[in-house]
């Protein structure tokens, strides 16, 4: 039976399975925000509903959003497309397999001129972010407002927090390997994007455990090990069983790191 990892987690840590060998429901959208946006386009949204599939693509009125993507079962992130100003448009989730759904007049398209100052994103601090996620970053620009919301490329970050206008506290969601950009959407959907202003990194790797921690002076102790992010795939739930140098080696689990001490 296929089955269907649904969210941008390269670990496999995060997201919703889905058996796509079961009947999948349609698509469905509960509130997109921001739901307005200057009639120029641009403005990314985070969508939620349910049954969001890998692929989905949105209809904002009759014109396709130019980018998009899956974050989980009932999150998404789109970004706008251009349209005539005052208009309000119906916005549709299409599923690979066909499947649709909409949210009536859902989003509304504002003239330009009658918007306050858009927002600016100049820094991002640190520069560096695990693959897995959970990073804490400091967005650093202007005209952050009340209420903006923040994305590593098209993934929504957590915990958002505006700490005055010129700074956004959030936490990174997890990410594939290399650069991303960075973007602030205002309430009023008016969305700023720092190209490339982060890049995703392999966490070093990391021990919770060492059974027993203690040992004879002569050494020959052998020790079970449990570790995680091992050689830069993710968590294991493995374990290793080591003299650290010695020659008992047994090993379970996925991953192992050689020397740890000699």
Known sequence: VAVA???????????????????????????????????TGGTMSRITGAFFLPGVQFLYGDKPAPRAQTFSFDTA????????NGLVVDVTAINIDGASGSLPMSFSYVDPATLGAPPSVASVAPQN???????????????????ALAFVGLSPVSGSTQVNPNRVDVVAPPGPI???????????GQSATLTGGVTYVVPPPSISTLTPNSGAGRGGTCAVRRSARLLGHGSSAGSQRSNFGG????????????????
Do not use: E, W
Not at 77 to 84: G, K, L, R
Not at 178 to 188: C, E, F, H, K, R
């Open 5 to 39: 990892k649904v969210g941008n987690d390269p670990a496999g840590q995060h997201g919703d399975t889905l058996d796509l060998g079961q009947v999948i429901s349609t698509p469905s959208i509960q509130q997109l925000r921001p739901a307005t946006g200057p009639a």
């Open 77 to 84: 992130v789109a970004v706008s497309p251009a349209a005539m």
């Open 129 to 147: 972010l695990s693959t897995l996620g959970g990073t804490a970053m400091q967005i650093n620009g202007n005209n952050f407002a009340n209420q």
């Open 178 to 188: 290399g650069p991303a950009d960075v973007t602030v959407s205002n309430p009023d």
């Open 247 to 262: 020659r008992c080696a047994i090993r379970r689990g996925r991953y192992s790191v050689r020397h740890i001490a000699d």
